[in-house]
Each structure stands twice: as structure tokens, then as C-alpha cells.
Nanobody, 124 residues
Framework: QVQLVESGGGLVQAGGSLRLSCAPSGGTFSNYAMGWFRQAPGKEREFVATISRGGRTTTYAESAKGRFTISRDNAKNTVYLQMNSQKPEDTAVYYC?????????????????WGQGTQVTVSS
């Protein structure tokens, strides 16, 4: 059974930074691309960033480009999302997810395991 546990969410002022972590248990971490998604109240879950199995390839949503960085440490079985220059519109529950086929994707239906989410609130 695969479980993903996110941590690092919280309250931050606009312009501040947070780093989210996600540590999957079960399965071989390095065999899978990983992604971060977010869901704001009343909105659909949306793609934020994804990273390939080895960490060499990353893709970002337009809203995240230049401010967020996804990375992974396969030795620690952990994927990170560094969020800088945060804006109130970044407020959402952030989810870590494991890619179905081991390839990066922006499509949430192509992820099979999800964490429980961590709340990020950016105050203006």
C-alpha cells in the first residue's frame, strides 16, 4: 500500500516562502514521476508542478513559473516544492501525487496515489 504524506504547509505573508515536502511510503520512489497539485475553495484541483523520476525534467503551471521549484531526493524518498514570492492567490490545499506511468504529466487523472493535502494560506 502506497501512502503519501505532505508536510510544510502553514500561514505566510505575501512575498514570503514555504517549502512543502512529501514522503511516499511503499513502492520504489525512484521509479515514479511525482507531481504537486492544489485546490482552492470552490475550485477544481489544478496542476502546479511535476518532476521526472531522476529529477532532470520539470514542468510548471504558468502560475508557478519563476516562483516555485520542484525537486526530489531519491535517497531520502522525498519530493519538495519550494514556493517563493507567494501571493494570496496561492492559498489552497496542496497535494502531492505519484504518476501512474512513471512519466511527467499535468493531468491529475494520470496520477494514482495522492496525499491528504496540506493547507497553505497566504495573507495579503
Amino acid at each position: 500500500q502506497v501512502q503519501l504524506v505532505e508536510s510544510g504547509g502553514g500561514l505566510v505573508q505575501a512575498g514570503g516562502s514555504l517549502r512543502l515536502s512529501c514522503a511516499p511510503s511503499g513502492g520504489t520512489f525512484s521509479n515514479y514521476a511525482m507531481g504537486w497539485f492544489r485546490q482552492a475553495p470552490g475550485k477544481e484541483r489544478e496542476f502546479v508542478a511535476t518532476i521526472s523520476r531522476g529529477g532532470r525534467t520539470t514542468t510548471y503551471a504558468e502560475s508557478a513559473k519563476g516562483r516555485f521549484t520542484i525537486s526530489r531526493d531519491n535517497a531520502k524518498n522525498t519530493v519538495y516544492l519550494q514556493m517563493n514570492s507567494q501571493k494570496p492567490e496561492d492559498t489552497a490545499v496542496y497535494y502531492c501525487a505519484r504518476s501512474l506511468g512513471g512519466v511527467i504529466s499535468r493531468v491529475k487523472e494520470e496520477y494514482d496515489y495522492w496525499g491528504q493535502g496540506t493547507q497553505v494560506t497566504v495573507s495579503s
